[in-house]
Each structure stands twice: as C-alpha cells, then as structure tokens.
C-alpha cells in the first residue's frame, strides 16, 4: 500500500514546498506555503495564490474588504482566503481581534499541527522509499522531518505554558490549549524521540480553539 501511494505522498510535498528555493530575502521571508525561520530552518504555512475575494462568498469578502479601516484589499482577500485553506474556517485562531473579520492574519502565522502533518508526511516518505531500496533518497527526507523537529521544538514549544503553539514573527499566538488532544487528526504521534537529539519529545499536541 505505501509503495501504491509513495508517488501522491511525494506530490504532496512538493506542493507545500514549492517556491522553497526562491524564500530566501522576501519579504517577511516567506514565499508561497514556505516560511524560513530567523534560524533558517523551513516550517510551512496556510496560504493562497490568489488576492483575490473567494467566488463562494464574493458578497461576504467584499463587504469585509469595504468595511476594514483602510486594510488593503489584496491582503485580507489573501488571508480569508489561506483561512478556508486550512479547514479551520474563521476560527478565531486566525484573528487579533476575533469579532472583526479584517483583522484576519492566517498567511502570517506558523501553525504548529500543519508542520506536525508535514513532518509525518515526511517521515512516511523515507520509510516508502527504504521499503523501495532507495536509500539515498529516504535519507533526504529524514534529513528534512529530522530539520523540521528542530524547527518545531525551537519555535513552537512555549516552557511557560508548558505545550506547543502556533508562532507569528517573533512570538508565539494566542492560540494555547484549554483542553489538550492528541495531535494531528485526533491520534497521530509525532514519533520523533531520537531525531535531532530530542529524546524526551515523545508526542506533539494539538490544542482546541477559543472559538
């Protein structure tokens, strides 16, 4: 079965890595669904190719757009746009304010439990390709899952509140567990107790909303 599907597994990473090689001194440092970290290191993003207002809710993001203060236009489209992406529709997770609409900012924010999908994808890769005897190239993937932990661990994990969040340029968000779940879907485990060093990183969660 994992042989079968290698090939989409594969396809699927490209599409959230594509543009890697061209995010290096953009703006915020980021291009696409790439973002490189301050330490260099490569975690993901919610985003959308398009500035423009969704087809499905034309009226509803033109209104938004007409009523934000002075917000441009293109940006918030982008944003309520990489929203609908996430599947995490308007959750106040992608808001500063969560009662207005256009102070949405889902594009700017690190989410952690994406990059955990990413880093099991990842890992899920080098195990099809060993299976498959190409060695070398499970090896470039378990480079990259191992990469990603370190990314993970260093800007997603808060000491203070003792669990991972989502980042946002220099910080972490708001958004922080008032109930914890098992990450990724529901069940999934990290599984990364030996990658980089972090023997102790047994599990990554992901948290409930506010709202």
């Known amino acids: 079965m994992l042989i079968r599907y290698l090939p989409y597994l594969v396809a699927e990473h490209n599409f959230w890595m594509k543009g890697v090689k061209d995010v290096s001194g953009t703006e915020h440092n980021a291009f696409r669904r790439v973002v490189e970290m301050p330490s260099g290191l490569l975690l993901n993003r919610y985003y959308d190719n398009k500035t ?6 034309l009226h509803e993001d033109v209104s938004a757009a007409a009523s934000s203060n002075g917000r441009e ?10 929203a609908a992406e996430s599947g995490w529709d308007f959750s106040s997770r ?8 256009s102070t949405i900012y889902t594009a700017d924010i690190v989410p952690v439990d994406l990059n955990c999908l990413l880093y099991h994808l990842e890992t899920t890769i080098a195990r099809g390709y060993h299976v498959t005897k190409k060695h070398g190239a499970a090896k470039r993937y378990e480079q990259r899952a191992e990469r990603r932990v370190q990314a993970i661990m260093k800007y997603c994990w808060s000491d203070e509140l003792a669990c991972f969040v989502d980042y946002i340029e220099g910080r972490w968000s708001g958004f922080y567990p ?7 879907g529901q069940s ?3 599984g990364a107790a030996t990658l980089g ?3 102790g990183l047994a599990s990554i969660w992901l948290y409930s909303t506010r709202g």
């Open 52 to 57: 423009t207002p969704r087809p499905e809710s």
């Open 94 to 101: 992608w808001f500063a304010d969560p009662s207005d609409i």
């Open 178 to 184: 008032r109930n914890k779940r098992p990450a990724v």
């Open 188 to 190: 999934e485990r990290l």
């Open 73 to 82: 236009a293109d940006r918030l489209f982008l944003h309520l746009r990489a």
């Open 197 to 199: 060093g972090y023997q």
